[in-house]
């Protein structure tokens, strides 16, 4: 038996507002992961299912090793197809809004979501979540959005509908979000929920190998030029950073997602419980950090770059140099060292 996370009002007001709702709109983070694109398109798969109109839009392309998702290719890329997309968000009955907390994480396409009249339903995970949406289901203790869409649905009774490509979908951001089970993931529940999404005759193991195993060769030649020649440690702060300029990433042909968990791997070194990974774009520098045990990423992330994201997991964006940008991080890293005493 999965207990009942989620308030019953939210639930109910969720099933009301679906009775009264054809045109969906389903909207995810800018750079979306294997959570949001899960999370979105098993809702999507559910809505169908009970004969809706549901639209995915992400802000921008989601990374190749998410394109086998079932129904991936369906979703709409606002930067790509802004007409369309404004027109379906003008004229959306109710918009989902999935796996953020802030307007701002949508970027361009924050504007013609919150000037939508349609009703919001945020859910999400992490914590803090702004208060656009009319209905909010934030649970930053669920390790993914996906396990609270699969609580969602079931709690509305449908679990009969959670089909293999819902399923598949669903069990693609749990493995994601949580590094294949390897963190945020001790609550006997997510495997609860797993054994149930196996019933329903998903391979996990072949989802794995899709997400983790299809990578190019030009990825795996970046990682080990950022292990060998871009990794510095600091031992004594039991961190370690990695920088990859423009430059770096035109030598290996990256193309989005490419870096995509770096910056776990420092990690794996026996003393690093802090890593950073810095990614130069166009107009700004894109910062991942991850940490184990009770050091606070997120607190890096938001009291440094005004970033955020979960203990563990979190994110920022710096729009100095990336030599600024590391000076401020290794300057700052003596005053969270009382962290690691904990
Ligand atoms: P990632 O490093 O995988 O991009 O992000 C890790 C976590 O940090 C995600 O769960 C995400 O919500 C959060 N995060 C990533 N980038 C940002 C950001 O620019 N601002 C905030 N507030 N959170 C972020
Ligand atoms: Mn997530």
Known sequence: MISKIIAE????????SLQDAEKIAIVVHVGP??????????LWHYLMTIEKEPTVISPTPYPNFLSWMPGANEVLIYENDKEKADNILASAELIFTLDFNSLHRLEEMAEAVSNSPAPKILVDHHLHPESFAKITISYPEISSTSEMIFRL??????????NLACAECIYTGM?????????NSNDP???IIISELIKIGIDKDEIYRKV????????LRLMGFCLYEKMQTFPEFRTAIISLTQEDLSRFNYVNG???????????VKGIDFSVFLREEKNRIKISLRSQGKFPANKVASDLFGGGGHLNAAGAESYTSMQETINTLLNALPDYQVFFEE
Do not use: H, Q, W
């Open 189 to 191: 529940e997510i495997y």
């Open 9 to 16: 009002d939210l639930i109910n007001k969720v099933y009301s």
């Open 153 to 162: 649905i079931c709690r509305m009774g449908d679990f009969a509908n959670i």
């Open 33 to 42: 992961d294997g959570d949001a694109m899960g999370a979105a398109l098993g």
């Open 258 to 268: 490419d870096a995509e968990g770096f910056v776990n791997i420092p990690l794996s």
């Open 212 to 219: 983790f195993n299809t990578y190019s060769e030009s990825r």
């Open 175 to 183: 493995m994601t979000d949580t590094g294949s089970f390897t963190y």
